[in-house]
């Protein structure tokens, strides 16, 4: 068995087997270690993918229920088979694997299982089970050990009832009531793979909006069209406490006039952050730091306080998305070969997969006015979309922010069908400093619903609208 390699990387999850492949394309010697036997870490095997194919079946479900009879489509009795969406969900994470099985194959990578743990800087021990182990040397590590879900006081996930999104992603059976804890993404992605198929949701979110780090008024929308969904939303509401009660969990919380109040429901999902995974790496035993957040310190390069240790995506700072980590792991793999890559952490997009979906990219109006940057605005509704109202689509806006003098744009903000896709065009435009000039005088193919940003862009730049 080879055990000397140029990198090896710990965790397969998007940073780590991005790197991998980068660093093999590059022709190092590469070896990739994963604790568990499925490669993919968080995002495919518990995150994005599994999140994803869950929404998509409860949109269509949901589609066909509310929507089919105005389209004329007559179904005889619509019902849902639970097992069935459960079973494809993991049938998607299993061609994911697959396929990452075939990609390390192909790049010639060299897969261990076992958890990985730092003997010294040059040398890790990889614990296969409990009886049998192997060392590893190499010339650079790479950690991308990525996160685990983080709860609060009071409340401890005793993954029976009181649940992280990992169990929300497999129950065995249609629960009728959720509580949710935070109304960040994980909590309104879930809420809408729950409530579309009729259970019974509450959100309980601390801060004064949904999804409140992004724009302000993409919370606002959402929440109006959640309410539209029959999602109950409680909003500077305080969560103190969670309680199996065996067949339900109660959660105490303060509302917002500070009254101590409770709701019982048959499962309490908390979905209030994740916290960077590095427990057993034996990081004492290298010169790596931790920050006061428990995340891994790195410099701009993104190397530790140990010149061949590298570390990249959810176990450091920055936004714990599958895409931020990709980049880095490519980034790596590319600085230790002398190149200079570079990452622009202000345009990477933030996307919220309900339905309508979200999307962001870029400052949003609440930034700007605390920085005291001038900006104008561009707000186009989707209802005022030939597109969106051929598709029955018509909630949510296209909103852009630009610099006032020259017209760069300095933020995409969308709620509506298809923002995900929509919003990579706004990061095209910001990096390549456009002008929201630039961007309505190209062609939009009619009807689309890119026509909404095209028009955005018309009201931002103050020249004004053509179709409203
Ligand atoms: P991870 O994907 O967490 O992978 C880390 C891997 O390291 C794991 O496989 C772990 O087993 C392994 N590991 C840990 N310690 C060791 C060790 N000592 N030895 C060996 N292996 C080890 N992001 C998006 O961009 N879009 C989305 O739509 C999206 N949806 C999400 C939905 C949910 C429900 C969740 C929970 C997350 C979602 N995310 C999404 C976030 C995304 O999953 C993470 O940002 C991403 O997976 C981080 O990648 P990573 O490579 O840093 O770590
Ligand atoms: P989050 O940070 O997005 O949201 C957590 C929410 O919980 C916040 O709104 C916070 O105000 C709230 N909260 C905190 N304490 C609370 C309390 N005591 N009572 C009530 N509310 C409280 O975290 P998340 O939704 O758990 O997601 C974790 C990570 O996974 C995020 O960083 C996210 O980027 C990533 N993720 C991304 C996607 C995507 O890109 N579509 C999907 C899911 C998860």
Redesign the pocket.
């Known amino acids: 068995m080879e055990t000397t390699f140029d990198i090896v990387v710990?965790?397969?999850?998007?940073?780590?087997?991005a790197c991998a492949i980068r660093a093999s394309q590059l022709g190092y010697k590469t070896a990739l270690?994963?604790?568990?036997a499925a490669?993919?870490?968080?995002?495919?095997?518990?995150?994005?993918i599994?999140?994803?194919a869950l929404l998509d079946s409860t949109e269509h479900y949901h589609t066909a229920a509310t929507k089919f009879k105005t389209f004329g489509i007559e179904t005889e009795k619509l019902s849902l088979d639970f097992k069935q969406l459960i079973k494809r969900k993991t049938e998607v994470i299993e061609q994911n694997v697959a396929g990452l099985n075939y990609l390390m194959n192909k790049n010639k990578i060299t897969v261990f299982q076992?958890?990985?743990?730092f003997l010294n800087s040059k040398e890790i021990l990889?614990k296969k089970n409990e009886t049998e182990d192997f060392k590893i040397s190499a010339s650079y590590f790479v950690i991308?050990?990525?996160?685990k879900?983080a709860t609060i006081p009071g409340v401890t996930i005793d993954k029976t009832r009181i649940i992280t999104?990992?169990e929300a992603?497999s129950l065995a059976e249609k629960p009728k009531s959720m509580v949710i804890i935070g109304g960040g993404?994980?909590g309104v992605?879930?809420a809408s793979v729950y409530a579309r198929i009729g259970v019974e949701v509450t959100i309980i979110e601390y801060a004064d909006s949904l999804i409140p780090t992004m724009d302000k008024e993409l919370g606002k929308e959402l929440k109006k069209l959640f309410t539209k969904q029959n999602i109950k939303i409680l909003l500077s509401h305080k969560v103190q406490s969670a309680q199996n009660n065996g067949t339900t969990a109660t959660v105490k919380y303060l509302d917002s006039s500070n009254q101590p109040q409770e709701i019982t429901a048959e499962f309490c999902l908390v979905a209030v952050g994740?916290r960077p995974?590095?427990?057993?790496?034996g990081l004492e035993n290298t010169a790596v730091v931790l920050d006061a957040k428990g995340r891994i310190t790195t410099n701009e390069q993104l190397c530790t306080n140990q010149s061949n240790i590298y570390a990249?995506?959810?176990?450091i700072a920055g936004?714990?998305?599958?895409?931020?980590?990709e980049e880095e792991?490519v980034f790596v793999a590319e600085t230790i070969h002398g190149q200079k890559p570079h990452i622009n952490y202000r345009l990477i997009p933030g996307?919220v997969?309900t339905w309508p979906e979200v999307a962001s990219v870029g400052y949003t109006e609440e930034e700007l006015k605390e920085k005291n940057i001038e900006y104008r605005v561009g707000k186009f509704p989707f209802s005022a979309s030939a597109r969106a109202r051929a598709a029955m689509e018509k909630d949510g806006f296209a909103k852009v922010l630009s610099e006032p003098k020259y017209g760069e744009i300095l933020g995409v903000h969308v709620i509506g069908p298809r923002a995900a896709d929509l919003v990579a065009q706004g990061v095209i435009g910001m990096e390549y400093e456009v002008t929201d000039e630039d961007m309505f005088r190209i062609s939009y193919a009619h009807p689309t619903y890119s026509e909404a940003l095209k028009e955005a862009y018309l009201i931002s730049s103050g020249q004004g609208a053509i179709n409203i």
């Open positions: 710990i965790g397969s999850g998007p940073g780590g087997y270690i994963e604790k568990y490669l993919g870490g968080t995002c495919t095997n518990v995150g994005c599994p999140a994803k076992g958890i990985a743990s990889v991308a050990t990525g996160s879900p999104s990992t992603l993404v994980i992605e879930m994740r995974y590095t427990e057993g790496l990249i995506g959810d176990v936004p714990m998305l599958a895409h931020k980590a792991g996307v997969y």
